[in-house]
């Protein structure tokens, strides 16, 4: 049971903590996209991860220069534990946020690329517990103590949430 809340709980940190900011240049998300956000969530907390992910691919497709529809459909991927797709929505993520970053102030960069690492963190956390191969487990755990650092670096707050999911929560 703890693992299946496991992936559950880290969408909700991935898209709600992306959507504290807008996502368009002038701040502010379409308001399309907010709608089709809160659509594929309504699918996951009805346990229609395909569905989910149907509308995540839509969200890739309409609006591919949005960073936080590639960590959406990524969250989707953790769910249906396609780990390897999910790994590369979130490089997708993190390399479209790197193209498109002086459309948010300066004051959100740091915050914005720190959900990034934790995505990928977290993904990286959840595909280590379900590794078939312990050189596997070895280097998906070694992949989330580095995004976790990259996490600690630009966002204290959220490396301490990151290290309580992690199990670990008196490490500093």
């Known amino acids: 049971m703890k693992y299946r809340l ?3 709980l880290c969408l909700c940190l991935v898209l709600t903590g992306c959507s504290l900011f807008g996502s368009s240049s002038s701040g502010v998300s379409a ?7 809160e659509q594929v969530m309504e699918f996951l907390d009805a346990g229609r991860a395909k569905a989910a992910l149907v509308v995540a691919d839509e969200l890739v497709r309409d609006e591919p220069d949005d960073y936080q529809n590639w960590l959406t459909r990524n969250a989707v991927r953790v769910v ?6 999910a790994q590369a929505d979130n490089a997708k993520a993190l390399e479209v946020f790197e193209a498109t970053r002086n459309r948010f102030p300066q004051a959100q ?3 914005r690329l720190a959900k990034i690492e934790e995505s990928m963190a977290l993904t990286a956390l959840i595909a280590s517990r379900r590794a078939e191969s312990a050189d596997k487990r070895l280097e998906l755990e070694k992949a989330f103590e580095l995004h976790a650092a990259k996490v600690k670096e630009l966002d204290e707050e959220l490396w301490n949430g990151l290290r309580v999911l992690s199990g670990k929560p008196g490490d500093k």
Request: aromatic letters at 10%.
């Open 6 to 8: 496991l992936p559950v």
């Open 31 to 37: 308001p399309a996209q907010p709608g089709k956000r």
């Open 80 to 85: 249906l534990r396609d780990y390897e797709g």
């Open 109 to 111: 960069r740091n915050y």
